[in-house]
Nanobody, 132 residues
């Protein structure tokens, strides 16, 4: 059974840092790409960052690219998201996702990495609240 287990999150102050972690198991373990998405209150879920295990390429949303880093354990398919200088607008439920089999070519990956439909496996989400 495929599973994505997220950890981290919580209540943090503006300007602080945070690290989230996601461990893949089962069918999700063999996915070529793992990613983070987030959903703020009253908004649609959006792409945050992703990594392709085979090519070791990363992609970030414009809203976080200067403040976020994904770190991956390729052997165990554990993906971490580190964010600095957190802002109030970073408040959201953060979801780990695994998939990418339908867009594994370099060109397709660049175009479709942010599409939710390309990810077959999703975690339950972890809440991040940025508040003073």
């Amino acid at each position: 059974q495929a599973q994505l287990l997220e950890s981290g999150g919580g209540l943090v102050q503006p300007g602080s840092s945070l690290s989230l972690s996601c461990a893949a198991s089962g069918s999700a373990f063999s996915s070529p790409t793992m990613a983070w998405f987030r959903q703020a209150p009253g908004k649609d879920r959006e792409f945050v960052a992703a990594i392709n295990w085979g090519r070791r390429v990363e992609r970030y949303a414009d809203s976080v690219k200067d403040r976020a880093t994904v770190r991956g354990d390729n052997r165990n398919h554990v993906l971490a998201l580190q964010m600095t200088n957190l802002k109030l607008e970073d408040t959201a439920v953060y979801y780990c996702a695994a998939g990418g089999a339908s867009f594994d070519s370099p060109f397709q990956w660049g175009v479709r990495v942010g599409e939710q439909a390309g990810y077959a496996y999703w975690g339950q989400g972890t809440q991040v609240t940025v508040s003073s």
